[in-house]
Every structure is written in structure tokens, then in C-alpha cells.
């Protein structure tokens, strides 16, 4: 099972159900063909076009501005971080699912900071990855379970002195921050909080905005390397 880590913009609980464009980018066609069968199966997604290379893909998003991109790492020439680097300045609406067969937090870390939107290997069942794409869809990030804590414990032991929260945040603007990492959804952050959908609404985009950064994983990554958080933090007890 993947692990929902934060939503990616604020914007509303509720979408009308609507069908996700996908751009599939990996240099085996034998992949591309598998994944491609398993969402055509699905009435709400549809495959827009296919490349098999970092450059291609840049190109095909560039042209079709697709919902999503599910991107390998490793291509000829341009691979799947720089792609998705470029993606997200050309098409910053186009989330960017990276599906691989590498594990290493290294390249967890450079994708997300490339501006990646979830992270899987390409050992998880079909249905998963059907559920990654309608929740980044929705925007959402998606993360392997497998890499979750590699990569926040990689980040805690390489994270600046402890900054207190006070220093940027306000105390419920922490609190809504801490409550995102454990990768809650707006309206369960709204109710453990006793706040309306709204006004989590108006602290994230607070927090974005003191932080310099556009999503949760964003803030979360950033947070973790200032010790505004630890890795226990990320952790949902109830």
C-alpha cells in the first residue's frame, strides 16, 4: 500500500470527476505497453501519448500539457530527474509520478526536489498505481512506504540547527504543518484542529508563503531539514 503524504495545492476537497491525462515516459516498451493497458482499463484515465526518453517527454508535455507523468528514472540521454525538472517549469499543472525500479533515497530526495509529486517502484500491484495517479490527480503526493523513512531519516541527519517555529510560523500554522507531514488530508487536519476546511486552506497557503515553497512535500522536506520537525513528527499516533 503507498502512503498519502500531503497535498500538493490548496484548493478544494471536493472535484467533479473528470478524466486524467497521463504522458507515460520509459525508454521499455514492453513497460510502457503494461501500464498503458492497466489505465485503459480504467473509465477515468486516458493515456495521451507515450516517450521513450527525458527529451521526448519534455516534449510530449510541453504539447499536450498532460494531468500526469509517469516517469522513469533512468533513459537515454535525458534522464527522469532532469526531465521532470523541465516539466514542472514548462508545465508546472503537470504533476509528475516517477515509476522505477531504483530504491535509493538519493534519487527520492533529487526528484521531489525536482518537483516530483509521488514516488514508486515498479513492483506495486496495478491497483496501487491507479490510486497514486487519481491522488496526485487530486493533488496529492504518493511515496513508497519502503522509502518514506530512509528518506526522512536522511533528511533529519543532514537538517540545519533547530529553528524554532515561532521564528516563522505561528503556533497554528505549526500545528497544521505538523499534522501535514503525517500526510493528512485538509478535512481531517480540519478536524483534529476544530477549524473549518477553510481556514486550513488559508494557513497552508500561509505556510507556503513564509516558506518559499509551492506544495506539502515542499514544506515538509524544507521543515525537516531546518529541525522545525523531527521524523516522529511524521508519524500519525491516533
Known amino acids: 500500500m503507498t502512503t498519502q503524504i500531503a497535498p500538493g495545492a490548496v484548493n478544494g476537497e471536493h472535484e467533479e470527476q473528470r478524466v486524467i491525462r497521463v504522458l507515460l515516459a520509459d525508454d521499455?516498451?514492453?513497460?510502457?505497453e503494461g501500464t498503458r493497458r492497466l489505465l485503459e482499463a480504467e473509465s477515468d484515465v486516458e493515456?495521451?501519448?507515450?516517450?521513450?526518453?527525458?527529451?521526448?517527454?519534455?516534449?510530449?508535455?510541453?504539447?499536450?500539457?498532460?494531468?500526469?507523468?509517469?516517469?522513469?528514472?533512468a533513459m537515454p540521454g535525458m534522464g527522469g530527474i532532469e526531465a521532470t525538472r523541465q516539466i514542472k517549469a514548462y508545465c508546472?499543472?503537470?504533476?509528475v509520478l516517477v515509476l522505477s525500479a531504483y530504491d535509493d533515497e538519493q534519487y527520492l530526495i533529487a526528484l521531489?526536489?525536482?518537483?516530483?509529486?509521488?514516488?514508486?517502484?515498479?513492483n506495486v500491484?496495478?491497483?496501487?498505481?491507479?490510486?497514486?495517479?487519481?491522488?496526485?490527480?487530486?493533488?496529492?503526493?504518493?511515496?513508497q512506504p519502503s522509502l518514506t523513512e530512509k528518506m526522512m531519516r536522511r533528511l533529519t541527519n543532514r537538517s540545519h540547527p533547530a529553528q524554532r517555529?515561532?521564528?516563522?510560523?505561528?503556533?497554528?500554522?505549526?500545528?497544521?504543518?505538523?499534522l501535514a507531514a503525517r500526510g493528512l488530508p485538509n478535512k481531517e487536519i480540519a478536524r483534529?484542529?476544530?477549524l473549518s476546511i477553510r481556514t486550513v486552506h488559508s494557513h497552508l497557503a500561509n505556510i507556503f508563503q513564509k516558506m518559499q515553497v509551492g506544495s506539502r512535500t515542499e514544506a515538509v522536506l524544507q521543515a525537516l531539514r531546518r529541525g522545525m520537525i523531527s521524523l516522529q513528527d511524521t508519524y500519525d499516533t491516533q
Do not use: C, W
Not at 493515456?47 to 528514472?73: F, K, Q, T, W, Y
Not at 508546472?92 to 504533476?95: C, E, R, V, Y
Not at 517555529?165 to 505538523?178: I, K, M, N, T
Open 92 to 95: 508546472p499543472k503537470t504533476a
Open 165 to 178: 517555529s515561532s521564528d516563522l510560523l505561528s503556533e497554528r500554522e505549526f500545528d497544521v504543518l505538523r
Open 47 to 73: 493515456v495521451v501519448a507515450e516517450a521513450a526518453s527525458g527529451e521526448e517527454a519534455v516534449e510530449a508535455a510541453r504539447r499536450l500539457n498532460p494531468d500526469i507523468a509517469i516517469m522513469d528514472i
Open 112 to 122: 521531489l526536489e525536482a518537483g516530483a509529486a509521488g514516488f514508486l517502484l515498479k
Open 28 to 32: 521499455h516498451a514492453l513497460v510502457r
Open 125 to 143: 500491484h496495478g491497483q496501487e498505481l491507479v490510486n497514486a495517479i487519481r491522488s496526485v490527480a487530486r493533488g496529492e503526493s504518493v511515496l
Open 192 to 194: 483534529r484542529l476544530g
